[in-house]
């Protein structure tokens, strides 16, 4: 596609519920990556692909979340019992030859 | 440890310049971005500086010192629409692992 692209756009979710956000990547690119910003602070890094393949997973808060990435190309991110801690945006990107580019974010909101 | 500082907030005038700079250590280093990000949206690519020096792009420049782990983003003849968050980030490797600063908010001032 164009550009990247992420659904859904926004979400919100009951406390203990499970959530999927999907991030689907400029084609060609194989780099891949997830951050989280919540209101007024800096992004925070979530985890990396390169390929399939997840070299960098540091970022990941909790074992409620995971993420996989399928045929080098979409990505998914789980946040499994949810909490309101969880409440944020959620940003993918992608990248290749120097810059990366990034979707729109899934905002979650955990009521 | 990785480090990046900026300055949270900035003020200044439309049609005046600006310098928001960035300071980082980081264990390696490939490549510095400057991003632009207003409120409410996702950031936006504005430069990427791999050698020493300036890199002019119409009215946003963005200089790097590799020697003194230092960069800076200069945007010249403001406008109302600059008003939103600058973010500096490092490469730390090839594979575009990058370290981010907080953000710098400006405002700009009519």
């Known amino acids: 596609g164009a550009g990247v692209s992420q659904s859904p756009s926004n979400k919100v979710t009951e406390k203990g519920k499970d959530v999927e956000l999907r991030c689907d990547p400029i084609s060609g690119h194989t780099a891949l990556y997830w951050y989280r910003q919540s209101l007024g602070q800096g992004l925070e890094f979530l985890i990396y692909f390169q390929g399939n393949s997840a070299p960098d997973k540091s970022g990941l808060p909790s074992d409620r979340f995971s993420a996989e990435r399928t045929g080098g190309s979409v990505s998914t991110l789980t946040i499994q019992r949810t909490q309101q801690e969880d409440s944020a945006v959620y940003l993918c990107?992608?990248?290749?030859?120097?810059?990366?580019?990034f979707g729109e974010g899934s905002w979650l909101t955990v009521v | 440890g990785q480090n990046i500082d900026q300055p949270t907030e900035m003020t200044a005038t439309e049609g005046a310049i600006v310098q928001i700079n960035c300071t980082y250590q980081t264990s390696g280093f490939n490549g510095l971005f400057w991003y632009q990000q207003h409120a409410g949206e996702a950031p936006t690519f504005l430069s990427y500086n791999v050698l020493d020096g300036l890199e002019e792009k119409g009215r946003f420049s963005s200089f790097l010192s590799r020697s003194k782990g230092y960069s800076y983003l200069l945007l010249k003849e403001l406008q109302m629409k600059d008003s939103a968050s600058y973010l500096c980030a490092v490469d730390r490797d090839s594979n575009y692992q990058l370290i981010w600063g907080a953000g710098t908010k400006l405002i700009i001032k009519p």
């Open positions: 990107a992608s990248g290749e030859g120097g810059t990366i580019y």
